[in-house]
């Protein structure tokens, strides 16, 4: 073999290089929102449902055996299971705006909803979905109980400390649901975790 044809062999091989592997396609923004998506849905309507049935059949179960009774004290006195019929909010705010309240209701209901599906978080899924139950939990009395759609009063039968609501007005299932997602949902958003996963953390002050 001549020395030109071994320099001509040696520098097609130095100038040959091993295929690199194809770089992979970043996600589109079509295929963004639906990455991490199926647990917070999940974990959302799961603990939703879960709320809503307890509230329900809690609801049902004071009715129908302790309505027109005396109060039945339960934990030793730090509740009281006394029913009452409330036409307000929750823990009896708004009495006389009944119709309102129901469609305020559904409203939250809907933005819930609307936005579940940009949820990646599982905190706020948790928080959400307890006052997605909650609050269709006491939209079911106000569609279906006396007087009539969108009138219903709500059956609320927990009183804490004393009957009768002396110490703390009368709530039920649904009411606390309402409030322990939503002091959960405004505790996250004070930490600076959003619904969308992301975390805003505070810059610290440039030291002058």
Request: glycine share 12%; aromatic share 6%.
């Amino acid at each position: 073999m001549s020395t030109d044809q071994s320099s001509d062999q040696w520098s097609s091989a130095e100038g040959d290089s091993p295929e690199e592997p194809a770089a992979k396609e970043p996600a589109t923004s079509d295929d963004a929102p639906r990455r991490g998506v199926g647990k917070p849905l999940v974990l959302l309507f799961g603990i939703a449902v879960v709320a809503l049935v307890i509230d329900v059949l809690t609801k049902v179960a004071v009715v129908a055996n302790l309505e027109g009774h005396p109060p039945v004290k339960v934990l030793g006195g730090l509740f009281y299971l006394d029913v009452l019929r409330n036409p307000g909010a929750a823990f009896s705010l708004a009495t006389g705006l009944t119709w309102v309240l129901a469609l305020l209701a559904i409203v939250v209901v809907g933005v819930i909803v609307w936005l579940a599906p940009k949820l990646r978080s599982a905190g706020w899924a948790v928080g959400l979905g307890l006052v997605l139950g909650g609050a269709c939990g006491n939209l079911v009395d106000r569609i279906f109980r006396a007087p009539g759609p969108l009138q219903g009063h709500v059956v609320d039968f927990l009183s804490f400390l004393a009957p009768g609501g002396q110490v703390w007005p009368v709530f039920n299932v649904a009411d606390s649901c309402i409030v322990v997602g939503g002091v959960l949902v405004v505790l996250l958003s004070l930490l600076g975790r959003d619904y969308d996963g992301t975390v805003v953390r505070k810059k610290k002050a440039r030291e002058s």
